[in-house]
């Protein structure tokens, strides 16, 4: 395994383990996981944020604002 490849896994295996630890909030561990991929440089900071235009992600988020109320 390549150096980037160890560190996705080691980043997807700690965001796992937050998600499932539950003392965070779920929406600020992924975004610390998608913070901690492009210091690292393993997304550029472009594509980064570029999901969050996406009208799945704006349909998703939506739905929980709505559940929320």
């Known amino acids: ?3 980037p490849q160890i560190q996705i896994l080691g980043i997807l295996l700690l965001t796992l383990g937050f998600f499932l630890w539950g003392r965070w909030r779920h929406d600020l561990v992924a975004l610390a ?3 901690a991929c ?4 393993l997304v550029s ?4 944020v570029l999901g969050f235009g ?3 992600g704006i349909t998703v988020a939506s739905g ?3 559940g929320r109320g």
């Open 54 to 56: 996406h009208p799945a």
């Open 45 to 48: 900071a472009d594509k980064a």
């Open 38 to 41: 492009t210091v690292l440089g």
């Open 1 to 3: 395994m390549t150096t």
């Open 33 to 35: 996981s998608l913070l």
């Open 64 to 66: 929980v604002i709505l």
